[in-house]
């Protein structure tokens, strides 16, 4: 009986192999949604054997080469965890291989490919074949390969000169296929391994790219030859993600990876597809990924060698194997980093005891005379300031001094702030004299002219070298350090000094309460972007403003690390043009120590499109980098990023006024007098950049609404729905009832609520509190909302659309601590974007800093 039952049983066994997968991917599938629930992580260890990566790369470095070819890079798998690799041989340009080598890997084809250096896109020049797995065929399409590549590829690069390696320029027809043909090493000869399926997603890419301003980052997404189009055409997040090696886990990037497409078809979570890979596979992947990425990188000093991008594409799948079908990777020596700034100094700068200027004239209103104005303006003391200025003792009361080296034989100590307001031609041997003699813990440089253009970049790297080599010195606390150049100077509110080269008489202020300012803080590459955002919208009010200018020294990294750690400001709001090296790094993991200390952090980054990206590089010397990878990395560690300037303003204006509101969820209670808003509202719930959804109201709040409407005669007019139109007839007392029940209902987690200014039932003018119209009576819904948002922990906001006249009513309610918005589906957008923000940091504080959240 055994003997007929153990041959049956192999027999079914081998006839159900896929049935078996199958059932053992839905068995691990659900014990993995039930450890997702359990909180449990699904984090796997695998070996990586470093020191045979690092042979591997000091290998083809003694070779002259900064790159390696295929079959290294699927050694290099091998070594870094990577179970299935593809049997590979190295056909070279005259080798003679016997019939039998040819024909020992397995399977019956062979693939085989191009190997160039210089040739990336293979496919596109012939340079990949798959052929039947005979001698003969092999060797016939291996010769016309060396030869058909090469005049491809020269006849796809005759057009490009531009774009060619340094020994192809100049070469044409024949001479440039010899020269590329001269490169190609042989053909490589790989097993084929036939994947499970060739249906659109079934190949995934993952790669590494270190980034100048970013490091290491991870990459994965759709694969095979359309990569770049799937990323192109799909929505954001959808084809390919990205993230950080440095601040996420392989678990964590799975998660993240598990919004795309490309999981969703390898989960077989779509129409007619069946999983081909588990969770686990792809987390080890991850992981081994990112475990190189940290190792091989700028940030570890210990590495002698930096990848500079590492790419499989695509890893296809075969029986529940993931087989890399196609790898390159190229790499560098590790280079010197700069020395640390010393950051602390920062509060020097926003903060001084003692100021110091050069720049002022006595006969004319100059940058320099327009500063000190500024800073007189707003309350400095003119006993704590020196002005360096020859042939006068004093000037509007201040003391002057000849020269800097009168001022470090003042015996009155160094300055906290040094201003530079003298031309860029100054700029250079002025910096090294402040230096040398020590007269200062911070400077501020105004000059423009230092780097902004080709010429000047000379200027600006001796004042760079000048600076560094001061961080160094033996025996000193690093120098001081430099804010611009090419800045507009800073505006403290604390500090009571006011440094902007504006004219009162062009931007009026109001100083008469130096004290009344909202607890934020606004950074900016560009001086006018902060100038015009303050001006067009005065309620923000940040306690900060500070222009970066070209980040000589002082980088916007620098700034976020300052302000995460201080008491003064709760929401930091940054408008950024580049990043210096690995500066975009530093930032982003202060945006995420500001989050876990209960900061907002709203972000804008200007060159997003290649022409946006062209424009900045001549702005404030700005390097403006991948604006995907940006995003993705200033998201990812819990900042809300905004993508356009009235965005950002809105968001800056949501985060001063809503930061100590609770955030529980995305569901919004949504209420206007006009049916249009209504609609406007619902149309601008979702986007590709967030989701909201509308709140289901509670029987209770149904039942208090419909006794509301019906003791006003409107509950035959008004259908209780969310959106909820309440007619042109609602009260202020109907608003103003209506936003405190929604408020109450723990099913909405907002309420944004338009008030109708023009509406005859409405008091919205600034008239006398006795006016039939005014906004001052007590019953007015400027009270009842004012009052309402005092009390309340859920956010509100107040949508006000009508022209200039109701103005006033805007400014009390902001004053009131509620947003307002001229527009319906700007309030909705700005509030979601927000909320969705908030949510993210809510993760990223629940998981207590253990890297980012995607959740």
């Known amino acids: 009986m055994i003997t007929n039952f153990v041959p049956g049983l192999l027999l079914f066994l081998k006839m159900n192999t896929k049935i078996f997968a199958d059932l053992f991917a839905n068995a691990y ?106 001698p003969n065929k092999i060797r016939s399409a291996v010769r016309r390969m060396l030869y058909e590549v090469p005049e491809n590829y020269a006849a796809g690069l005759a057009h490009f000169q531009d774009g060619l390696p340094a020994h192809y320029r100049g070469l044409t027809g024949d001479d440039l296929a010899s020269a590329v043909s001269r490169d190609i090493k042989g053909v490589l000869q790989v097993q084929y391994m036939p994947p499970d399926s060739a249906a659109f997603g079934n190949e995934l890419i993952v790669g590494l790219r270190h980034t100048r301003e970013f490091g290491t980052i991870l990459s994965a997404g759709l694969g095979g030859t359309d990569t770049e189009l799937y990323a192109r055409r799909f929505r954001k997040g959808q084809a390919i993600v990205a993230a950080s090696t440095a601040m996420c886990t392989g678990d964590q990037f799975f998660q993240l990876y598990r919004k795309t497409i490309s999981y969703r078809k390898l989960a077989g979570l779509t129409r007619g597809q069946r999983r081909i890979v588990t969770d686990e596979q792809l987390v080890e992947c991850f992981d081994s990924f990112i475990r190189m990425g940290n190792t091989y990188c700028l940030e570890n000093s210990k590495s002698v060698f930096i990848i500079d991008e590492l790419e499989i594409n695509p890893f296809a799948f075969t029986d529940f194997l993931m087989v890399p079908l196609d790898g390159m990777c190229r790499f560098s020596k590790r280079k010197r980093t700069p020395p640390p700034r010393p950051v602390t100094k920062i509060g020097n700068l926003l903060h001084p005891v003692r100021m110091g200027i050069i720049g002022v004239s006595s006969t004319r209103k100059n940058f320099g005379r327009i500063i000190l104005d500024n800073v007189l303006a707003q309350g400095f003391d003119p006993e704590h300031m020196v002005i ?166 002082l980088t916007l990294g620098d700034m976020m690390t300052y302000f995460k750690d201080s008491d003064q400001v709760d929401v930091i709001a940054v408008y950024a043009e580049g990043f210096n090296d690995l500066d975009g790094l530093a930032f982003c993991r202060a945006v995420r120590d500001a989050v876990l200390a209960g900061k907002d952090v709203v972000f804008y980054k200007a060159g997003r499109t290649p022409e946006g990206k062209a424009a900045t590089a001549g702005h404030t010397a700005s390097l403006a980098g991948d604006y995907m990878v940006c995003e993705s990395c200033v998201s990812q560690a819990g900042a809300i990023v905004a993508r356009t300037f009235s965005e950002f303003q809105a968001l800056m204006l949501l985060a001063e006024t809503l930061n100590t509101k609770t955030i529980h969820g995305n569901r919004l209670a949504a209420v206007s007098g006009a049916g249009f808003e209504a609609v406007g509202m619902a149309d601008s719930i979702q986007s590709d950049d967030f989701i909201m959804g509308f709140a289901r109201f509670s029987d209770n709040t149904r039942t208090e609404v419909h006794s509301l409407l019906a003791a006003k005669g409107l509950d035959r007019l008004v259908t209780i729905s969310n959106p909820m139109d309440i007619n042109p007839a609602a009260d202020d007392q109907v608003h103003g009832d209506i936003a405190a029940i929604l408020c109450r209902d723990p099913e909405v987690d907002a309420v944004i609520i338009s008030l109708d200014p023009m509406s005859p039932a409405m008091q919205t003018l600034d008239t006398d509190s006795k006016g039939r119209y005014s906004m001052h009576h007590k019953g007015a819904v400027l009270h009842r909302l004012t009052s309402l948002n005092n009390t309340s922990a859920t956010p509100i906001v107040a949508v006000v659309d009508g022209g200039r006249l109701y103005d006033p009513l805007r400014d009390a309610l902001i004053a009131g601590g509620i947003p307002v918005f001229n527009v319906c589906d700007g309030a909705v957008a700005a509030l979601s974007l927000y909320i969705q923000g908030r949510l993210q940091a809510n993760a990223i504080r629940a998981s207590q800093g253990k890297g980012v959240s995607y959740d």
Not at 43 to 54: A, P, R, Y
Not at 58 to 78: I, K, P
Not at 394 to 411: H, R, T, W
Not at 437 to 450: E, T
Request: proline letters at 5%; aromatic letters at 6%.
């Open 29 to 134: 599938w659900g014990m993995r949604n039930i450890t997702t629930r359990l909180g449990l992580n699904m984090q796997v260890g695998i070996d990586i054997d470093f020191h045979s990566l690092e042979q591997i790369f000091s290998n083809a470095w003694g070779q002259g080469r900064a790159f390696l070819f295929e079959s290294e890079v699927y050694e290099l798998l091998a070594k870094s965890g990577a179970e299935t690799l593809p049997h590979v041989r190295l056909i070279k340009q005259g080798d003679r291989i016997a019939d039998d080598d040819l024909v020992d890997m397995p399977g019956e084809k062979s693939v085989l490919k191009i190997v160039s250096p210089y040739i990336i896109h293979k496919t596109e020049v012939g340079g990949v074949r798959v052929v039947d797995k005979a």
């Open 388 to 553: 360096l200025k020859k042939d006068m003792d004093q000037f509007q009361g201040i003391d002057c001094l000849p020269e800097l080296a009168a001022l470090a034989n003042s015996g009155k100590g160094k300055l906290d702030l040094f201003i530079v307001a003298v031309g860029a031609d100054q700029v250079p041997g002025l910096i090294e004299e402040i230096i040398e003699k020590d007269v200062a813990h911070a400077v501020m440089l105004i000059s423009g002219g230092l780097g902004e253009t080709h010429d000047s970049r000379e200027k600006a790297g001796q004042v760079i070298d000048a600076i560094e080599a001061a961080r160094t010195r033996p025996n000193t606390d690093g120098g001081p350090v430099f804010l611009g150049a090419n800045c507009m100077g800073v505006i403290s509110l604390p500090g009571s000094f006011d440094t902007w080269f504006i004219p009162e008489e062009k931007l009026p202020k109001d100083r008469s309460c130096p004290t009344t300012f909202c607890r934020a803080a606004l950074i900016s590459q560009s001086g006018a972007f902060m100038l015009h955002r303050s001006h067009q919208c005065p309620q923000l009010a940040p306690a900060y403003m500070i222009s970066m200018g070209n980040q000589t020294d």
